[in-house]
T-cell receptor, first 112, second 115 residues
Framework: KQEVTQIPAALSVPEGENLVLNCSFTDSAIYNLQWFRQDPGKGLTSLLLIQSSQREQTSGRLNASLDKSSGRSTLYIAASQPGDSATYLCAVPSGGSYIPTFGRGTSLIVHP | GAGVSQSPSNKVTEKGKDVELRCDPI?????LYWYRQSLGQGLEFLIY????????KSGLPSDRFSAERTGGSVSTLTIQRTQQEDSAVYLCASSSLAGRTDTQYFGPGTRLTVL
């Protein structure tokens, strides 16, 4: 059974800082890994999807990397802004499955 | 439609009553997922549909929970004889393929409160 751990659980930083959010998983036989953002009281918004054959994906100020062999992914946020404040979730399917297991998330606050 | 929609957005019910939660996926998406998010917990997988069939029901917590999907589109999650521990946000997501390599798009969720 896939287990997904996200560190740190919470993070509070001043605006402008570059951030690294970490996700680790136990079963490395995965098809893909997805990063989501969840605002309070809202559903999840997909940020980046990395296929198992890829090493990283970029979208604007976001960059996600994937190291399958070590069971790790990082989400890098450059030049953080108050609007980036949200919970960031990592989702990883188990080997042979397409049902993702979600981490508990990292709650990010970026203050002006 | 423009995105995944869910109704109602909020539902308050009394213990023992039945509730129905609805999900309208993105038009043309063949895969549909139901999840539950409880306070302080992560997202818990409930059930997955491919078209109208549910090849994976492994996440349904008890036989009080059931779901169906008709016309390869709208899905309904039914909870019978609700209990207080059923209180949570129920999220629906859809994707265009089987989910292996495609992005899941989430609805805003239904917040269920069982008194």
């Amino acid at each position: 059974k896939q287990e997904v751990t996200q560190i740190p659980a919470a993070l509070s930083v001043p605006e402008g800082e570059n951030l690294v959010l970490n996700c680790s998983f136990t079963d490395s036989a995965i098809y893909n890994l997805q990063w989501f953002r969840q605002d309070p009281g809202k559903g999840l918004t997909s940020l980046l999807l990395i296929q198992s054959s890829q090493r990283e994906q970029t979208s604007g100020r976001l960059n996600a990397s994937l190291d399958k062999s070590s069971g790790r992914s990082t989400l890098y946020i450059a030049a953080s802004q108050p609007g980036d404040s949200a919970t960031y979730l990592c989702a990883v399917p188990s080997g042979g499955s397409y049902i993702p297991t979600f981490g508990r998330g990292t709650s990010l606050i970026v203050h002006p | 439609g423009a995105g995944v929609s869910q109704s109602p957005s909020n539902k308050v019910t009394e213990k023992g009553k039945d509730v129905e939660l609805r999900c309208d996926p993105i038009s043309g998406h063949t895969a549909l997922y139901w999840y539950r998010q409880s306070l302080g917990q992560g997202l818990e997988f409930l059930i997955y549909f491919q078209g109208n069939s549910a090849p994976d029901k492994s996440g349904l917590p008890s036989d009080r929970f059931s779901a169906e999907r008709t016309g390869g589109s709208v899905s309904t999650l039914t909870i019978q004889r609700t209990q207080q521990e059923d209180s949570a946000v129920y999220l629906c997501a859809s994707s265009s393929l089987a989910g292996r390599t495609d992005t899941q798009y989430f609805g805003p969720g239904t917040r269920l409160t069982v008194l």
